[in-house]
């Protein structure tokens, strides 16, 4: 995943220094509200290496008949080295491994009740090169995100996108097995558009912030419909880290902080904290998510398939070519 900051192509329009703090780049918020820590991301961080070195420790790469491991990748490691790449190419663990240890699998959620699964599949990955990439992308986009809106918004935002992921992922791939990070990540990625259009009035290179992260979500997403891809966990969870963005996000408009810190006689009253639309937003974002889980949980524990009722949706996540045929290899 692209890991530049859009944002940063946009300035946002600076105030007085009046109790506040303005860089070039950044909205002015009150002095306590800069000093966020990152320190859930780095942890989201840990405990995901801490579950891939457990993965591959329970891993038990196939021996031949010599009581060597055969065909497995990095033999010296022993007990973690990697299942052969005609299995797993990212160099990581056997499917059956990542079943036993929470992988979402639909069968096991809706006629086993293993819903745990839904959340439990977010925190593993399916090798080395998938585990550096979402980690690497996490640490770019979610610490700085964690600085401006703190730990409780940037949490919410990224287990719930990984979540809402999880669900659509479940409701079109039936089949087969999926893990990995990548739906709360483009949940993230989701909210930072969501924050640009919620607070697009403090922005001044507004086409250029919107149109450099709609690239990078573009490029993402493309790269979804190849095989071996679970698209469908990073449109369920950009859609709800979108629709989070609009609730969680949205910053007080500049007047009505300026007035806080600057004798009322001085600048005009704001008595609302909020800007109209950003309500309005609010609120269709927080019904439509609230009922957008109600009814795809709902279909999902009835046992219902989501190609069924879109027969095209499986072009979002495999695109069949001359090369691959997205049947075989799913």
Known sequence: MATEDPENRGDKRRGSNNGYSTTPSSYPIEESETQWTSWLVPIFVVINIAMFIVVMYVNDCP??????????????????????????????????????????????????????????????????????????????????????????????TYLFSGFGGSILSALFI?????????????????????????????YTNKAAALLTLLIIIVINLGLGILPRVDNFAHIGG???????????LPRPQFGWLEQRSVPTSTIPIVRSKYKPY??????????????????????????????????WCHYLSCVPTSKWDCDEIN
């Open 174 to 202: 039936q089949n087969n097995i999926s893990v990995g990070a990548s739906g709360a990540l483009f949940g993230l990625l989701g909210a930072m558009l969501s924050e640009l259009l919620t607070n697009w009035t403090i």
């Open 63 to 156: 021996k031949n008949n010599s009581g060597f491991q055969g065909n497995c990748v990095a033999r010296f490691l022993g007990r973690f080295s990697f299942q052969p790449l005609k299995e797993n190419p990212l160099f990581g663990a056997s499917s059956s491994t990542l079943k036993k240890l929470g992988a979402l699998e639909w069968d096991k959620v809706v006629h086993r009740h293993q819903g745990w699964r839904l959340v439990s599949c977010i925190w593993l990955h399916a090798g080395v090169i998938h585990l550096l990439v979402n980690m690497l992308s996490l640490v770019f986009i979610g610490i700085r995100l964690e600085q401006q809106f703190g730990f409780v918004r940037i949490g919410i």
């Open 238 to 248: 950009f859609l709800t880290g979108f629709l989070l963005g609009f609730v969680l």
């Open 278 to 311: 950003q309500y309005v937003l609010w609120l269709i974002s927080l019904v439509i998510l609230i009922a957008g889980f109600v009814v795809a949980l709902v279909m999902l524990f009835r046992g219902e398939n989501g190609n069924h009722h879109c027969h």
